[in-house]
Each structure stands twice: as C-alpha cells, then as structure tokens.
C-alpha cells in the first residue's frame, strides 16, 4: 500500500502486514508520522490496484539485499488504549550461597579482630600508647 503526507505530500510502501491493520481498522485507530515534515494522520486504505496481465515466463525470485528492511521508513504512533497490559516481571534469578558465606566470613572476622583487640588490650597499650585513649573512648580501659 501507497502512502502519501497531506501536508509535504513525501510518498511511502506501507509493508503488507501494516497496510493489513490499517485496512482492518476503519476508525482511524493507527497513525502514521511523516519523516520529513513531522505530520501524523490516519492512512486511508486504497482500493486494490487490478491485476497485472499474466507473462509468459515467470518472473525470477527476488533476492534479499542489504537495503530492504522489514521496518517501515517512518515510526507508528499508536495511541494509549491501543497497549496492552506489561507483562509481569520476571522472577529473579535465585542466588547462590557464595554471598551468604562472604556476608559471614567478613562478619566473623570483624568479631574475631575485636575479641583480639579487647584480649590483649594491654599489650597494644604498652606497643602503642595512642591507643590507650581509643579504649578510654569504647569503655574498655582496666
């Protein structure tokens, strides 16, 4: 199906599966956008065109080349109670237990530094005597 912009008059091929929703819906639910000027309207579906006479041999099979698209030249605008719901989401991937067993690993190494630090208090005091006012501060001095 041919196209054509009421306001620039830039012509395009609609593909059939396009021209096909465009005939089957009278009420002008689909627009198209012209890519040159910006204009939006509602295609009217054309009369068929009459069949061609037949040839005498048939015509060879076209080829697929690199400049034809199975995409129209210009973007479709569908309006809002045209999309249907989302869909639902996903469901997450489930994780292992390797993050589990690095939260731990790290929170017992935490609390093992700590019991160390208050069990030999005294010998970081005397190695180091700064450290004497960070106990005062935790409440671990004595």
Do not use: K, N, Q
């Not at 910006?38 to 006479?53: D, F, K, Q």
């Amino acid at each position: 199906m041919r196209v054509a912009c009421p306001e620039c008059s830039a012509e395009y091929d609609l593909p059939p599966a396009l021209a096909d929703r465009l005939a089957s819906r009278p009420d002008g639910a689909r627009t198209v956008r012209c890519a040159r000027c910006g204009t939006a309207w509602a295609p009217r579906p054309e009369a068929p065109a009459p069949a061609p006479p037949p040839e005498d041999a048939p015509a060879p099979p076209p080829t697929a080349s690199a400049d034809t698209t199975p995409f129209p030249a210009f973007p479709i605008i569908e309006r809002p109670d045209d999309h249907a719901p989302p869909p639902p989401p996903a469901p997450l991937p489930r994780r292992g237990r390797a993050p589990a067993l690095a939260w731990a690993a790290s929170l017992l190494l935490l609390a093992g530094a700590a019991a160390a630090a208050w069990h030999w208090r005294i010998d970081v005091v005397e190695a180091w005597p700064p450290a004497a006012r960070a106990y005062v501060a935790l409440g671990l001095a004595g």
